[in-house]
Structure formats: structure tokens, C-alpha cells
Nanobody
Framework: QVQLVESGGGLVQPGGSLRVSCTASGSDFSINAMGWHRQAPGKQRELVAGITSLGTTNYADSVKGRFTISRDNGKNTVYLQMNSLKPEDTAVYYC?????????????????WGQGTQVIVSS
């Protein structure tokens, strides 16, 4: 089993910055892609940014130029640096990871999600 734990959310004023982190823990696993999604009240969950194991990134149009995703493979951690935050960025931010598990010598893929961290952008 793998667990993802997010941290770093909070309240920030419009125009401000915030960094959220997500660390994966467990045993006998490796991580392929990682990403951040968000869900605002009354809206569907949407992809914010993703990053492959080689560092290739992609972003939602709404955050391009403002958010930066990065990862530390040695720490099994993915980060989302959020700058120039807007009220419409307010949401619960969830990280996810595409994981390869080694189960008794057999490898299988699985997706895991964190519990979410709240980001509120308000004056």
C-alpha cells in the first residue's frame, strides 16, 4: 500500500504565493507520473498540473505561467508552487500518483490519491 500526504495549504491574499507538497510513503513501490488536481465547491475535480518521472510537465491553461510543478524523486515528493494566486484558485488541492507496486515479485500499476489540502485565496 502507498499513502500520499499533502501539506502546505492555507489562506492567502490575492496576488500572493503558496507552496503545497505531497509525499508518498509505503514499501516496494516506484512512482511514474504525479500530479495535482483541485476541486472547488460545486465544481468537478480538474487537473491542475502533472509531471512524469523524467520531469516532463503539463499545466491547465488557467494556471500556466503562475503555477510550477516539480518533484524530488529521492523523497517521493511532488510540489506545486502557486504564484499570483486568484480567488478562483480557491479549492481543495489533491495530489495523485501512478504507482508500480511490487507484490511478491509481480508488478502491478495502481493510482493513489491524497486526502486533499485546502487553499483559500481571499482578502
Amino acid at each position: 500500500q502507498v499513502q500520499l500526504v499533502e501539506s502546505g495549504g492555507g489562506l492567502v491574499q490575492p496576488g500572493g504565493s503558496l507552496r503545497v507538497s505531497c509525499t508518498a510513503s509505503g514499501s516496494d513501490f516506484s512512482i511514474n507520473a504525479m500530479g495535482w488536481h483541485r476541486q472547488a465547491p460545486g465544481k468537478q475535480r480538474e487537473l491542475v498540473a502533472g509531471i512524469t518521472s523524467l520531469g516532463t510537465t503539463n499545466y491547465a491553461d488557467s494556471v500556466k505561467g503562475r503555477f510550477t510543478i516539480s518533484r524530488d524523486n529521492g523523497k517521493n515528493t511532488v510540489y506545486l508552487q502557486m504564484n499570483s494566486l486568484k480567488p478562483e484558485d480557491t479549492a481543495v488541492y489533491y495530489c495523485n500518483a501512478d504507482v508500480i507496486l511490487n507484490v511478491g515479485g509481480r508488478f502491478r500499476g495502481s493510482a493513489y490519491w491524497g486526502q486533499g489540502t485546502q487553499v483559500i485565496v481571499s482578502s
